[in-house]
């Protein structure tokens, strides 16, 4: 298992002089790499960031966005890693397809968080859903999943769907996971085909694709992951206010709230995975006026009001973060304790014979 050093502090520390940025200090071109190919969630993301946080930039520099898709986003981050600049002109865009890996300790990952500084952060929150046929009419009716096989077409048991598959066995449902999907899209698509009898998506995925499947009847929303509070307490989603959380649908089937190791593992990979789900990290070794640069420009992006129209549209009612005010709580996030470890990794073997 790979720990995370506490890349928090050196970020902090990096960040000291955000009362006194220069203008221009960021390069005049910078490659922003996303270790995704063209028109999936990270892509579509980074190319509504982009142009925005350029906006924000002392001189606005142009960023160029780098599709750089394979092995789940791991090549892409490898190759991120070994040739980025020093100079504040490469970023990269993560998901919890890149922090999963990482956290799990997977032999192909070679990059290193803790010599990377997040500038940004953007949660996410995301539905489960069920086929009509069966049987069910609404979220109040999920005990009666635990009676059936269901079908989930998956990309892989430690994708992000890790914590939903992780929920499902709390609840105490019967899934049969089909791996090998391209993406949550292709599971949606296996969905509406009929191939597949639960599934999940993000925010954005679900308001743009799902929300006229459920009006249509086509689809009935059984629980979401809800968003994290202030106090650590996991609340209704502000995009989906009527549809309960899992931990409601946890209490609805078992009458008490969720506890438990089994219960840790997931909130922590849920953590990592939406309140983190996309974040745009600078090589930390870029000059500190040029990571305070784009620090202050992303605080002034999140302020614009305009800004705040165009994301509530495109990825949800959530509060992006500044990564001066979030590299402590990612650093904790994607550390895994030894217990959490040996729990997820013999659930992993037991469940699907997945090998960490």
Do not use: C
């Not at 009666?144 to 929920?167: M, N, V, Y």
């Amino acid at each position: 298992m790979k720990k995370l050093k506490h890349f928090a502090l050196s970020a902090i520390a990096a960040l000291t002089v955000t009362t006194a940025v220069a203008d221009n200090v960021v390069p005049d071109t910078v490659d922003f790499t996303i270790p995704f190919g063209v028109g999936g969630g990270t892509d579509v993301w980074g190319r509504f960031m982009a142009p925005n946080l350029t906006a924000h930039i002392d001189g606005n520099p142009t960023i160029v966005i780098k599709n750089q898709p394979g092995g789940g986003s791991i090549t892409g981050t490898n190759l991120f890693y070994k040739r980025a600049k020093d100079d504040g002109s490469n970023i990269i865009g993560t998901s919890a397809s890149t922090l999963f890996p990482y956290m799990l300790g997977d032999k192909r990952v070679r990059f290193k968080l803790d010599e990377w500084t997040p500038i940004l952060a953007s949660p996410t929150g995301g539905v489960v859903y069920v086929q009509p046929d069966l049987g069910i009419e609404s979220s109040a009716e999920v005990s009666e999943l635990l009676d059936q096989e269901l079908k989930f077409a998956s990309q892989g048991p430690t994708q992000l769907e890790l914590p939903i598959l992780i929920a499902l066995d709390l609840l105490g449902a019967d899934v049969k996971p089909v791996f090998g999907m391209k993406s949550r899209g292709a599971g949606r698509l296996a969905f509406e085909r009929g191939e597949a009898t639960i599934d999940f998506q993000t925010s954005s995925a679900y308001m743009s694709s799902v929300q006229s499947l459920v009006d249509a009847g086509k689809a009935i929303p059984m629980f979401s992951v809800g968003v994290m509070n202030g106090a650590g307490n996991i609340v209704r989603d502000p995009a989906f206010p009527d549809v309960p959380t899992f931990e409601e649908a946890y209490e609805t089937v078992h009458g008490k709230k969720p506890s438990g190791m089994q219960y840790d593992v997931y909130r922590k990979f849920l953590a990592a995975g939406f309140a983190f789900q996309k974040v745009i990290f600078v090589p930390s070794d870029a000059p500190s006026d040029v990571i305070a640069s784009y620090n202050d420009a992303v605080r002034k992006m999140i302020a614009d009001g305009n800004f705040q129209k165009e994301a509530a549209v495109q990825i949800g009612p959530y509060q992006n973060a500044v990564g001066l005010d979030i590299a402590q709580y990612l650093s904790d996030a994607v550390n895994i304790s030894p217990e959490m470890y040996t729990w997820i990794k013999d659930w992993l073997k037991s469940e699907f014979n997945y090998k960490l």
